[in-house]
């Protein structure tokens, strides 16, 4: 396996970087969307259908980096730089960024750090929804909701996962290396 170089934790940083960035201006349309959803019974929602880009900086870190643990770093400090810039969670956002990143990485250890393709941003995008639901189950109370309103938070969940951390996660590689700004992307 490969191991850390300077140039990668210089990618890594400035990948974290630009999606906290992201994620930070995703924490008010968070706000709108769940207002809106609140008068249906509906206010959950909004978190699963935004959840996917608050956890690409994982697969992003892991598909470009592809050293073990790149993942979970990406997403931890993605979610540093949020909080730093006044995100709405605090310092809990720490704690997502490490279950968000655990998941994420999860996918790539389930292919041995091997595979860097489409079955391992599926792979990774399923993780990620396992772990952060399961999280959610505890942190959220969704422990509390019914089976039926469970499986759509679940599926629109894996939806988002999948489309941000899976479909624009490879378009944003293969622009990267149309660019030749990253190497050995296929």
């Known amino acids: 396996m490969k191991a850390w170089h300077l140039r990668d934790i210089i990618l890594v940083t400035i990948l974290a970087i630009f999606m906290g960035v992201i994620f930070f201006v995703i924490g008010p349309v968070y706000t709108v969307l769940s207002a809106a959803l609140a008068p249906a019974g509906l206010q959950p929602l909004a978190n699963e259908i935004l959840l996917g880009i608050w956890v690409m900086a994982g697969p992003l870190a892991g598909y470009i980096i592809r050293i073990p643990g790149a993942a ?5 400090l993605g979610a540093v730089v949020e909080m730093f810039l006044g995100g709405v969670w605090g310092a809990s956002t720490l704690i997502s960024g490490v279950v968000q990143g655990f998941g ?3 996918g790539f250890i389930l292919t041995g750090y091997k595979r860097y ?3 391992t941003l599926v792979i990774s995008a399923l993780t990620t929804t396992i772990v952060t639901f399961t999280w959610s189950l505890f942190r959220a109370g969704y422990a ?15 939806i988002s996962v999948f489309l941000f951390g899976g479909v624009l996660t490879k378009l944003i590689t293969n622009l990267l290396a149309r660019a030749h700004v990253v190497k050995n992307i296929r």
């Open 117 to 119: 393709n489409w079955l």
């Open 144 to 158: 509390s909701y019914h089976l039926g309103f469970l499986a759509m938070l679940f599926t629109v969940r894996f």
């Open 104 to 106: 994420s990485e999860l």
């Open 72 to 76: 979970t770093l990406g997403e931890l």
